[in-house]
Antibody, heavy 118, light 108 residues
C-alpha cells in the first residue's frame, strides 16, 4: 500500500539550513505530482511547494520562495525539501503528500517536526 | 491570491447533521477537496473533486460545490467524526494550492 515517511526534522537556529526527506513506497514517485504542506503549532495547514510528476515544474508558496527547494531522487523513490535561511516562522510539522488526478492530496505522511529556535 | 473562508468551529449533537462550509469567490468553478485531521494525527483525504469519496470514507460524508460556497455534510454524526476539517483548491491564477483556515467539528 501507499506509504510516505518523512524524516530530517530537527531543532535548528535561525538562519541555518535543513533538508527534509520523504521516502515513498507502494508507488513510484515520478508518476505523481507531490506536495509539501506544513502546520505550525496550533495552526491550520499551509501549502509549501509542489513538484510535478515529470520533475520539470516546481511551485512554491510566497513565504518560502527563494529559500526552499523541492526535488526528487527517482533511484531512491524519495522527495526532498531543502530549506535555507530558516526563520522562527518556519517552525512546523512538515508533511509530504501525494496528488491524485484532479489535484487532491490522497495520501499523507505522518510528518516531521522542524523547530527553529535560538 | 484566492482566499478560502471557513468558520472556526461547528458543534453538533450525536446523530445530527453537521454542515461545514468553505467560502470563496466563484468557488463553484473550481474543484474543491476536503481533508480531515483528528487530534495528533496526519491529515486524511475525505472528499475530492467536489463530491467524490475515497475508498473507506462512509457515505455519511457528502459534499457539494456551487456559487461561492462549498459544503461538507456529515450526517448521523458520531463521536469519531470530531476533527478539524480543511477545504482546499488549486488556484490556477497563481499556481498555488490554497487551504481554508479549517473548521473544528465538536460532537457534543
Amino acid at each position: 500500500q501507499v506509504q510516505l515517511v518523512e524524516s530530517g526534522g530537527d531543532v535548528v537556529q535561525p538562519g541555518r539550513s535543513l533538508r527534509l526527506s520523504c521516502a515513498a513506497s507502494g508507488f513510484t514517485l515520478s508518476n505523481f505530482d507531490m506536495d509539501w504542506v506544513r502546520q505550525a503549532p496550533g495552526e491550520g495547514l499551509e501549502w509549501v511547494a509542489i513538484l510535478s510528476s515529470d520533475g520539470t515544474t516546481k511551485h512554491y508558496a510566497d513565504s518560502v520562495k527563494g529559500r526552499f527547494t523541492i526535488s526528487r531522487d527517482n533511484s531512491r523513490n524519495t522527495m526532498y525539501l531543502q530549506m535555507t535561511s530558516l526563520t522562527l516562522q518556519d517552525t512546523a510539522v512538515y508533511y509530504c503528500a501525494k496528488n491524485r488526478e484532479g489535484g487532491s492530496l490522497d495520501s499523507w505522511g505522518q510528518g516531521t517536526l522542524v523547530t527553529v529556535s535560538s | 491570491s484566492f482566499v478560502l473562508t471557513q468558520a472556526p468551529s461547528v458543534s453538533v449533537a450525536p446523530g445530527e447533521t453537521a454542515r461545514i462550509t468553505c467560502g470563496g469567490n466563484n468557488i463553484g468553478i473550481k474543484s474543491v477537496h476536503w481533508t480531515r485531521q483528528k487530534a495528533g494525527q496526519a491529515p486524511v483525504e475525505v472528499i475530492y473533486n467536489d463530491s467524490d469519496r475515497p475508498s473507506g470514507i462512509p457515505e455519511r460524508l457528502s459534499a457539494s460545490n456551487s456559487g461561492n460556497t462549498a459544503t461538507l455534510t456529515i450526517s448521523k454524526v458520531e463521536a469519531g467524526d470530531e476533527a478539524d476539517y480543511f477545504c482546499q483548491v488549486w488556484d490556477t491564477n497563481t499556481d498555488h494550492r490554497v487551504f481554508g483556515g479549517g473548521t473544528k467539528l465538536t460532537v457534543l
